[in-house]
């Protein structure tokens, strides 16, 4: 086992990987920019480097700096958290050639599942179900014709990264260049890799997404799913376990489909298939994450397992000693992320001082995050500050008791979208569990019709 570990990122994350750390008895060692001195996870760690300016290019992503500060403190290995290096196979190939041990997949892994068009390629041939479409394509017109075929509405999605980007949906041939050219152009800047391909656009459909846990030894279980369903731009706002639209039936097909596809490529530690239901209840495979989930928490509840805690002793050679057979689901959870943001106008980031904060207690009630009262959110970083998750014997209970969680959190000083996560909650299509990804584009029209009903404007 490690005796101590490098937490290669900030935010909430970094402090959740401590506590695991804490509790492993590992030290820890974290690294921070100018504009995070004062944060949470610095003052937690055994030992903190300043690794650069404010800028994530500066710092977080700064490989060097990072792999210099694991070498300067004798950390024996890296965990990356989500986001960030997480899924950058240069630099798990660099921690690799720094006798660093990166406590994740291997770099040819990452690169392997983080070419989509690959990762496709592979799931099919290892029988797992697939969406639609097509390889890819750099040629606008054959591109086109290529559309054609598999029909419109459809999505033209990057090969590489992820939160949303290089993806665009086309509705009609007539859309069809614009999209194409605008969701290669946003590629090559947000990841270096203009390449993308297309997929039949499925609508109404469920996002789910089954957690898996991988030892180097060749074993696999899978944790069950998660529903992430709500989401405002593909960012994820807030996901449950288990989902209201699985069944028993479906559920093993999925959890089984999930670890063929680990098993496929070898996979090791933990990882995430992520996958699309549709009306009728077929699913389709859609990508692989190579990293550890924001929502990881909504598994760990309902499981009473530390996904933490499993990576670090799987990336330390550790087997696993938890049997599917021995993986149960006991009641409901439902994660909410907190982001610093005005969700009534227009979702802008909202940064500025904490000046008081109140956090929810209460069994199997959890709050992840690192502000706490007099601290100053940065503008530099992703907006979420913070992930709300309970836990109850029914979902009806789990809502309730959410919706309860949520209106004591108390944090002033900031804007945040507290307020909006109790209107979902209360939506009659969160209630009763039919929602889909299209919920909160939906919800968006219906509140701007109501809104000018209210103003006696019925014709618009």
Request: charged letters at 25%.
């Amino acid at each position: 086992m490690f005796s101590k570990i490098l937490i290669a990122n900030r935010g909430e994350i970094a402090v959740r990987i401590i506590r695991a750390c804490r509790e492993m008895g590992i030290s820890t060692v974290a690294v921070y920019s100018k504009a995070d001195k004062d944060a949470l996870h610095v003052t937690m760690a055994d030992e903190a480097y300043c690794i650069g300016g404010a800028q994530v290019s500066d710092s977080y992503l700064n490989m060097a700096a990072i792999l210099e500060v694991a070498v300067v403190s004798g950390a024996q290995a890296i965990h990356p958290g989500y986001g960030l290096l997480s899924e950058n196979a240069k630099f798990v190939a660099l921690c690799e050639k720094c006798n660093v041990e990166f406590i994740g997949p291997s770099a040819e892994m990452i690169e392997r599942l983080g070419d989509k068009d690959e990762a496709r390629r592979t799931m099919r041939a290892a029988g797992v179900p697939v969406t639609p479409g097509s390889d890819i394509i750099d040629d606008i017109d054959e591109a086109r014709e290529k559309a054609k075929e598999i029909g419109f509405p459809l999505l033209v999605k990057a090969r590489s990264g992820g939160g949303g980007r290089g993806i665009r949906r086309v509705n009609s041939v007539e859309e069809f260049d614009n999209a194409f050219l605008s969701a290669k152009a946003e590629a090559q800047s947000a990841f270096g890799d203009g390449a993308v391909y297309m997929e039949k656009y499925l609508f109404p459909v469920k996002h789910v997404e089954m957690q898996l846990l991988c030892d180097k030894y060749g074993n696999v279980i899978c944790l069950g799913e998660r529903e992430c369903s709500v989401q405002r731009k593909n960012q994820k706002l807030i996901e449950e376990s288990p989902s209201p639209a699985i069944t028993p039936e479906i559920r093993k097909a999925m959890m089984e489909a999930a670890a063929k596809a680990a098993k496929a490529v070898g996979y090791e530690n933990a990882g995430t298939v992520e996958f699309l239901l549709d009306k009728d209840k077929n699913f389709y495979f859609m990508e692989m994450n190579t990293r550890l989930q924001v929502e990881h928490p909504v598994t760990e509840m309902v499981t009473g397992l530390d996904i933490v805690q499993w990576q670090i002793r799987i990336a330390s050679g550790a087997k696993l000693t938890v049997t599917q057979d021995r993986v149960f689901m006991h009641g409901n959870a439902i994660e909410c992320r907190i982001n610093a943001e005005d969700a009534e106008h227009d979702f802008r980031p909202g940064c500025g001082t904490i000046d008081f904060i109140h956090v929810p207690g209460g069994p199997c009630v959890r709050f992840d995050t690192a502000i706490y009262q007099d601290y100053s959110v940065p503008p530099y970083y992703d907006s979420m500050i913070g992930k709300l998750i309970v836990q109850a014997r029914s979902r009806e209970l789990a809502i309730r008791k959410m919706k309860m969680a949520l209106s004591e959190l108390t944090i002033h000083g900031i804007k945040h979208n507290r307020d909006l996560h109790i209107d979902i909650l209360s939506d009659p299509q969160f209630v009763n569990g039919t929602y889909t990804t299209g919920f909160m584009e939906e919800r968006a029209v219906r509140l701007e019709y109501e809104s000018k009903q209210r103003e006696g404007h019925p014709e618009e």
